[in-house]
C-alpha cells in the first residue's frame, strides 16, 4: 500500500492501461468485426468464397495486391454489392483504415467480416503472394 501510495500516478496510468487493454481485446473476440492472422486468412481464401477488400490508392493497389482482392476507396463502401453472403475482409497499409472499412461493413448488416491484422505489411514478412494484375 504504501507503494502505491507513493506513486499514485504511476499506479493510475497501470489501471488505465488494463482497463484499454482488456476493452481491446473484447472487442477483438466479441465485436461484430474479427481480426485475422495471415495464416487464417490463406485458410479463409482456401476454403470458401470470400470478398478480399485492399483499402489502399490504386497506385498501391496496382503496384501488387494479394490475390482475388478488389481495390475499394472508404467512401465507395455503400456502392459495394452485399447481398451474397461471403464474407468479408479488409486490408489496408494500416489497422485502424482496414479497421475503418470492416466497421462500414458490418454497419451495412454484412455477418462476417474480418480485417488483416498487421496489414499488407504483415502479408509481405510473411512471405505470402501478391500479384500485379487486375
Given at each position: 500500500?504504501?507503494?502505491?501510495?507513493?506513486?499514485?500516478?504511476?499506479?493510475?496510468?497501470?489501471?488505465?492501461?488494463?482497463?484499454?487493454?482488456?476493452?481491446l481485446?473484447?472487442?477483438?473476440?466479441?465485436?461484430?468485426?474479427?481480426?485475422?492472422?495471415c495464416?487464417?486468412?490463406?485458410?479463409?481464401?482456401?476454403?470458401?468464397?470470400?470478398?478480399?477488400?485492399?483499402?489502399?490508392?490504386?497506385?498501391?493497389?496496382?503496384?501488387?495486391?494479394?490475390?482475388?482482392?478488389?481495390?475499394?476507396?472508404?467512401e465507395?463502401?455503400?456502392?459495394?454489392?452485399t447481398?451474397?453472403?461471403?464474407?468479408?475482409?479488409?486490408?489496408?497499409n494500416?489497422?485502424?483504415?482496414?479497421l475503418?472499412?470492416?466497421?462500414?461493413?458490418s454497419?451495412?448488416?454484412?455477418?462476417?467480416?474480418?480485417?488483416?491484422?498487421?496489414?499488407?505489411?504483415?502479408?509481405?514478412?510473411?512471405?505470402?503472394?501478391?500479384?500485379?494484375?487486375?
Amino acid at each position: 500500500m504504501e507503494f502505491i501510495a507513493n506513486n499514485i500516478i504511476l499506479f493510475t496510468a497501470l489501471v488505465v492501461l488494463i482497463f484499454l487493454i482488456i476493452n481491446l481485446e473484447t472487442k477483438s473476440l466479441f465485436g461484430k468485426v474479427q481480426k485475422l492472422s495471415c495464416d487464417e486468412l490463406t485458410k479463409l481464401l482456401n476454403n470458401s468464397k470470400i470478398n478480399l477488400i485492399d483499402f489502399r490508392t490504386a497506385e498501391e493497389f496496382n503496384s501488387g495486391h494479394i490475390v482475388t482482392a478488389k481495390n475499394l476507396s472508404l467512401e465507395d463502401i455503400e456502392k459495394i454489392d452485399t447481398k451474397n453472403n461471403n464474407p468479408f475482409v479488409a486490408y489496408a497499409n494500416t489497422d485502424s483504415d482496414a479497421l475503418k472499412g470492416a466497421l462500414k461493413f458490418s454497419k451495412l448488416g454484412i455477418q462476417q467480416v474480418f480485417y488483416l491484422e498487421g496489414g499488407i505489411q504483415s502479408w509481405i514478412e510473411n512471405n505470402m503472394p501478391l500479384t500485379g494484375e487486375d
